[in-house]
């Protein structure tokens, strides 16, 4: 499966330059032209990595970085700017950003880059994804055993996909469509409940002997593993 970058800068002649080398490379592109706009598209698409400008109206980079990581998006992130002000680097850095190049650049630096926070994403994934934790729900994807208060959850194999792209996206709002192409790979017809029938179930199972809902539905937009009301 292709990569996907999201890029996210007000600049057309930057967006232009860099869509076709990141194309050119065989990455999927999507583009946002302001900070809303970015915002938008990382709830209902799902990036593999973000290249974020700074320097937008409105709505900065820095902000744009800030509401990622406190929404709970772990998605790598390499900040553009043509501040090469050393304060300005560490800003971005401490909002949560894993990498920075100061304007303007060689498009091969930047490839590396993405390159490199592709690979240090999968390295990560590799090393932690087997077992995953949300409150007290656990998830081994190895042993397909799912456990919530100390108790052992029986799950459907389509059940458990589901709750374990829930939880590799915790506190993100999926949308149908994606669910729909990472679980079941194909588009269902519009009169299809299929995916509500399954969010049904994994609730019951999740929630029986008391437990909160932690699989909530974000109406118009998808659904979202969160554990606050």
């Known amino acids: 499966m292709r990569s996907t970058i999201l890029i996210i ?16 490379e065989g990455y999927e592109v999507m583009t946002a032209a302001n900070g809303a706009e970015g915002l938008n598209k990382m709830l209902t698409a799902e990036p593999d990595v973000v290249v974020l400008d700074v320097m937008m109206p409105q709505l900065d980079g820095f ?8 929404g709970g998006s772990t998605v ?7 501040k090469d002000e050393v304060e300005n680097r560490v800003k971005g850095l401490d909002l949560g950003a894993d990498d920075y190049l100061v304007k303007p650049f060689a498009l091969e ?93 994994l609730r019951q199972k999740t929630e029986q002997d008391g437990g909160k809902r932690l699989i909530r539905t974000i109406r118009g937009a998808g659904y979202i593993l969160r554990g606050d009301v």
């Open 9 to 24: 800068d007000d600049d057309e002649k930057i967006v232009s330059m860099l869509r076709r080398g990141l194309a050119f």
């Open 63 to 70: 902000e744009v970085c800030r509401r990622m990581r406190e």
């Open 76 to 82: 790598p992130v390499l900040m553009l700017t043509a």
């Open 109 to 201: 630096e930047l490839l590396a880059r993405v390159r490199a926070l592709l690979r240090r994403k999968t390295e990560q994934q590799d090393h932690n994804g087997h077992r995953l934790t949300f409150e007290d729900l656990q998830l081994d994807n190895e042993s397909r055993e799912v456990v919530r208060g100390g108790k052992r959850l029986e799950l459907t194999a389509k059940e458990f996909e589901l709750l374990h792209l829930f939880m590799q996206n915790p506190k993100r709002v999926l949308s149908r469509d994606l669910i729909m192409d990472k679980i079941w790979g194909y588009d269902y017809s519009g009169e299809s409940n299929v995916l509500e029938v399954y969010i049904a179930m």
